[in-house]
């Protein structure tokens, strides 16, 4: 177990040798304060854009399903009628410059492994850049569109925004609700009184305050051939290795123990680079892993790896919400 899982475990099980980082969970908040304060004075250098701006972020460390959530709202506000597009830091993307309008047959290495999934599966105009306001800019002199989904960015304040969706693991929830490096949280548990929508993947029905939503498997997709077979491809019982280098690989092993396959699992850093020798594991088994994992091996996929498609469903009440918002914010043209 690498220093970030022990982390992890010691954040979401409440290890009392955490008391020892105190002193500098309490400079990181005052920093994240200070930070959030100047924005809502309006201080400093904000941009704000002349179409909505929707984020879609987390108060955590470690995976939350922003990706298939942010892969839902595209289809949504198209079906409305709603041009969109996206913006993102691109973690990890070595760009020949910022900011970078990512293209479908880009490497994830250039382009970064979350935005090269969005742009493969949506076609979406989508713009990486550390600097979202500068992202921002770039989307909008290259695109007519009517809303921009930033993914991630819950804590970019030179970016204003419209409105905040906030996810959270509901199996999970928010560890020890102490701030970095003594717990998960990216700002102050306080914070979640002031965003507009709060999210809980995996929740079964909608919780008080918030609302629901599900990644629900749809297919199996060969990373060789791009062919989509029904999850009845494998039977009951059928053993593969499972490979997850996602914010938090557990949720996915999980996913492939509900399909009841026998599923020997294999956990990367979220972000993992991979290669054909890192992935040779015995005995030789069928192989499945996430689409996220799956940008970054197709070129040297092998002819039994598959990666498991997933969708984001959130429930009628979020859709509904999400609808009156997006008519307040998008009123029809007279």
Known sequence: MGLTDRLLAAWYAGHPALTLLRPLELLYRQVVQRRRTRFLAGEGEIYRAPVPVLVVGNITVGGTGKTPL???????????????????????????????????????????????????????????????????????????????????????????????????????????????????????????????????????????????????????????????????????????????????????????????WRAIPHAFADHAQYSAERLAFSPVLPLVMTEKDAVKCRAFAAADWWYLAVDAQPSAAFIAWLDAQLARLLPPAP
């Open 70 to 260: 942010i892969l839902w709202l595209i289809e949504h506000c198209r079906s409305r009628g709603l041009r969109v597009g996206v913006v993102s830091r691109g973690y990890g993307a070595t760009p020949p410059c910022f900011p970078w309008r990512v293209g479908a047959e880009q490497a994830a290495s250039v382009a970064g492994d979350e935005p090269l999934l969005i742009v493969q599966r949506s076609g979406v105009a989508l713009m990486i850049d550390p600097d979202r306001g500068r992202a921002v800019r770039a989307l909008l002199a290259a695109e007519p569109l009517d809303l921009i989904l930033s993914d991630d960015g819950l804590q970019h304040y030179r970016l204003a925004r419209d409105l905040e969706l906030v996810l959270i693991d509901a199996a999970r929830g928010l560890g020890n609700h102490r701030c970095l490096p003594a717990g998960p949280l990216r700002e102050p548990v306080e914070r979640l009184r002031s965003v507009d929508a709060l999210l809980y993947n995996g929740a079964d029905r909608d919780p008080a305050g918030g609302y629901a939503f599900n990644l629900q498997p749809q297919a199996l997709v060969n990373l060789s051939t791009g062919e989509r077979r029904l999850l009845s491809h494998f039977p009951p019982g059928q053993a593969l290795h499972a490979v997850a280098g996602i914010g938090n690989p557990q949720r996915f092993f999980a996913t492939l123990e509900a399909l009841h």
